[in-house]
Every structure is written in C-alpha cells, then in structure tokens.
C-alpha cells in the first residue's frame, strides 16, 4: 500500500507546498487583496486564514514526514491509514481555506470542519496503531501478524 519512501516524497511535495503558499500569503496576498477592492479588516482576515492553512497542512506534513521516517510505519496498517487521513484533512481543511483566500470560493460550508474532523481521526488512528502496533484490520481489529 503506502511504503515509507512514498511518504516522504509526500511530505516533501506537501512542504514546498506550505512554504510556497506561506511565502505568497505574507509578501504579495496583502496588495492583491487590497487591489481586489477589500477592506483592511477583509484582508486582514484572510491573511490570518491563509496562516491557519498553512499551519495546519505544516503540522500534518511533519506529521506524514514522522510516520515515512518511522520503522514501524511498514508493518503498522493503521499508520499507513492515518497518513491517508492526514492528506485528506490537509486536502479538505487547508484546501478550503486557501480556496476562500484566494479564490473567495468554496464548494460548500462544512469542507474546512470536516477536514479538521478527518485530521482528528487522522490522529486517533495513530494512537489506535501504537496501542496495537501489529498489521491490523480497522474493520474487524483482529490482528494479522
């Protein structure tokens, strides 16, 4: 499924992500949300969105870059699955923060909440694979090492 070189190289993409969009969202946001016609408290606004995005996706990257580095992350399936929630967290919660900084668009309310639900179980399924390091099967939690 995920090896550990995949998530690293996830990882790495990930953070040049972050820090590209950081980069962006501190030097050249501020003029074009200005130019655009918003108001400081606006552009104030989705500044600190944009930081919170960047953030988080940050946070969950060293996140995924920790399980690649890991030994166990190649016998635990329940890290592997943790990382894949992790992606689709970032992908949910900061992609729709960043799509509402700089598209002023999102395809509906709840992505940016159920994205940081995903991250949560995201992490109670790290912790569900430290209590039981094994390979074992979410559905029926019988272990199969």
Known sequence: MLGSRW????????GLI???IGAMGSHSLPKRLQQAGLS????????????????????HTL??????????????RAWKVACILFLVG????SGGLYSMVFFDAMGHWSIVPLGGATMMLAWI?????????????????????
Request: hydrophobic share 45%.
């Open 90 to 93: 970032i992908g949910l919660f």
């Open 125 to 145: 399924t790290l912790g569900f694979g430290a209590i039981f390091p094994g390979k074992t099967d979410l559905g029926t939690g019988k272990r199969t090492q």
């Open 40 to 59: 400081d408290i606006e552009v104030q606004k989705k500044i600190g969105q944009c930081e919170i995005a960047v953030k988080y996706q940050m946070f």
């Open 63 to 76: 996140a995924i870059l920790s399980l690649g580095l890991a030994p166990a992350t190649a016998s635990c």
């Open 7 to 14: 998530l690293v190289l996830v990882a790495a993409i990930s």
């Open 18 to 20: 972050c820090v590209g």
